[in-house]
């Protein structure tokens, strides 16, 4: 028998947010007034406003908007980016990246690895680095802005090896937006039980979401050994497993697999993770289901 575990719950609203932007405090190109009314205007529920190594404080900008604001701040200075979630002060930005997120850590926030695929080389967060470190909640499995930049914005090839190894990250999508055209690329759809900054930090910090470039999903749920799952306008799904093997695709808005029985090789699996296409390339991603 297997049983799988699940970070979903069975009830709860579902709120659409991007935890990665710029403003014009670092190298965006527009004020943090405006980039908050655009998301606001594409109908998004929480923002966070990550600027490099630069704090916009969501207090000043609350009244602004009916959008959940979210502290943040990206640490960019002397060495791969992370971004600090739920930020209550700066942190010094040290070559020794451990170091960060330890001090992240310490302010009761969290720790997401940026862009692991960016630039030429495919290479800004090296797959020896995030296996090294220890005490981040994930990465960023979609980056948005590098659609348009070297690299690649998908990096569900680096967690499935960190997945594979027993590490217990999530995946998130952002936009990592600096200008207009970068909005809504991708994001992260959380689980809450009302709209409060403390309950969206608590459902990322608990993988509570999905990561999306365009599909919704509306049904994830589980019982001992079946998962659940619908997207109204998803035209495949798969499931995956360990180091990125596909164990079963159904071309259909949803499906039901059963464990073992949808298993290839069910003795070597210790997680499955549920991808959605849709329509123009579009994706979902569910949080990884650990099995025991």
């Not at 207090?59 to 502290?71: F, N, Q």
């Not at 979609?142 to 499935?160: C, F, K």
């Not at 497993?241 to 290839?264: C, E, H, M, N």
């Amino acid at each position: 028998m297997i049983t799988i575990t699940s970070t979903y719950r069975s009830s709860g609203e579902w709120l659409r947010g991007n935890l990665h932007s710029h403003t014009t405090l670092s190298d965006g190109t527009h004020p943090a007034r405006e980039v908050i009314a655009d998301y606001e205007s594409r109908g998004y529920d929480y923002l966070a406003i990550s600027d490099h190594d630069a704090f916009v404080d969501p207090d000043a900008h609350r009244e602004h908007t009916t959008m959940v604001l979210l502290p943040a701040v990206e640490v960019t200075a002397l060495g791969p980016h992370i971004l600090h979630i739920g930020t209550t002060e700066i942190v010094e930005p040290r070559e020794d990246r451990q170091t960060v997120i330890d001090a992240i850590a310490a302010q009761g926030a969290f720790a997401i690895l940026n862009h692991p695929n960016w630039q030429s080389h495919y290479n800004h967060f090296s797959q020896e680095l995030m296996e090294q470190l220890q005490g981040y909640v994930g990465i960023e499995i979609y980056n948005g802005v590098i659609e348009r930049l070297q690299g690649i914005p998908l990096a569900t090839d680096r967690w499935d090896r960190l997945l594979s190894q027993g590490r217990r990250v999530w995946g998130f999508g952002t936009d990592d937006s600096h200008r207009p055209e970068d909005v809504a690329r991708s994001w992260s759809t959380v689980q809450v039980d009302e709209r409060t900054p403390e309950a969206i930090i608590e459902a990322l910090r608990t993988g509570r979401f999905y990561a999306s470039t365009g599909v919704t999903i509306q049904t994830i749920e589980t019982t001992e050994n079946t998962i659940f799952t619908a997207a109204s306008d998803a035209q495949r799904i798969r499931l995956i497993s360990d180091y990125g093997v596909i164990q079963k695709t159904v071309d259909s808005s949803g499906a039901t697999f059963r464990l073992p029985d949808d298993l290839i090789y069910a003795s070597k699996t210790t997680y499955v993770r549920v991808e959605y296409y849709g329509q123009g390339g579009r994706m979902a991603w569910t949080q990884p289901f650990f099995l025991s």
